[in-house]
Each structure stands twice: as C-alpha cells, then as structure tokens.
C-alpha cells in the first residue's frame, strides 16, 4: 500500500487553523511548523503550484493563495539579492527548501521623523541552510534582505496577511527609503 500525499491545503489549513487559534504567532509556529517539514518532504515539490511571474526573484511558483495568505516557492540564483524591505503588519516563514540564503536584518536607529529618511543598524547577519527557516513576526518591524548562497537556490516563503497594503523598500547606503504599493511584489 502507497502512502497517501500530503496536500498543499492540508499544510494550508494547518497553518489558517493555527493561526486562527493562537494570539501569539511563534506558538502558532510551533503548532504549524510540521505541517511545513511535511510539505517540503515531498520530492515532487518542485513540479506543484502554478508558475508566476518573478518580482524579485527568478522564478516563483505559487503552491497556495487566497485573500489572507500566500505560500511560494522562490528560485533565486547565487549572488541574487532581494531589495531591503518589510512586510508592513504582516508576517513571514521563509524555509530554505535547496541550497543557502544569506539573511540580513535591520532595526531603524532614526525616529522615523523624517520622510524618506530611514538609518538602518544590521542586527542579524547569517546564511541559513536547507532545512532551516526564518520567521519574522509583528510587532517588530522586519527590514530585511535574502541573497541567494548557491545556485539553484529555492525557499518556501508564506506570508500573511498578504497581501499588506504597503511595502517599504529601504537603501541602508543612503539611509533612505520609499514606499510604494505591495501589488504582487
């Protein structure tokens, strides 16, 4: 006798459920996160979803999507980095399903006084590899970049609620930032 699969909507609903059920999101985390170890075991996980155009990335396949949340599978090439941004109010898995992402972190040192000013202090700097994940949650805000480790680099990235009516792309360099639509992005 085979096996059953398990589904895409099953660690959906796995993840919908929990937090639904939880106020604080790192034990949703906890109640969700084999629900995700059960997903990414799957060895046809690469096939799955629908293919999407890149924002960022290479290439992106969506595995779920609704109004409230988005689960993705993101190709990114060694090298490649994501802009520095945040994801408003909302929060993010990203699990490192092949190859290695650096992961880089900001908190803002300015008072936020000043539009389009923003200075940025790196606060977390670490290559995360396959099988290993970040999880940023509000209340603090995620500034953050990923840059692609190796080739064929792909991550499981969920995020909800998504999308969030805004994004703040940052340019620590020039201590600035603007804000634009999240669209798609």
């Not at 937090?19 to 790192?26: A, G, M, Y």
């Not at 409230?68 to 109010?89: I, R, S, Y």
């Not at 992402?101 to 923003?118: F, I, M, P």
Request: net charge negative; proline share 6%; aromatic share 10%.
């Amino acid at each position: 006798m085979t096996e059953r699969r398990f589904l895409i909507r099953e660690c959906a609903q796995s993840i919908i459920n929990s937090t639904s059920e939880q106020t604080d999101l790192h034990a949703a985390l906890e109640a969700f996160m084999p629900s995700v170890r059960r997903l990414v075991e799957r060895p046809d996980l690469l096939t799955l979803g629908v293919s999407g155009d890149p924002v960022h990335e290479s290439s992106r396949r969506y595995l779920y999507l609704d109004d409230a949340m988005w689960m993705l599978l993101a190709k990114m090439e060694n090298g490649f980095a994501l802009p520095v941004h945040d994801h408003g109010t909302g929060w993010e898995l990203g699990y490192i399903y092949r190859g290695e992402v650096q992961h880089k972190q900001y908190e803002r040192s300015d008072d936020g006084e000043q539009l389009g000013r923003a200075d940025l202090a790196l606060v977390d700097d670490r290559v995360l590899k396959e099988g290993e994940f970040l999880f940023m949650a509000p209340p603090q805000a995620a500034i953050h970049t990923l840059i692609g480790k190796t080739e064929d680099t792909y991550m499981l990235g969920i995020f909800a609620p998504w999308p969030p009516p805004i994004r703040t792309y940052y340019q620590p360099e020039r201590g600035t930032y603007i804000v634009r639509p999240a669209g798609l992005g």
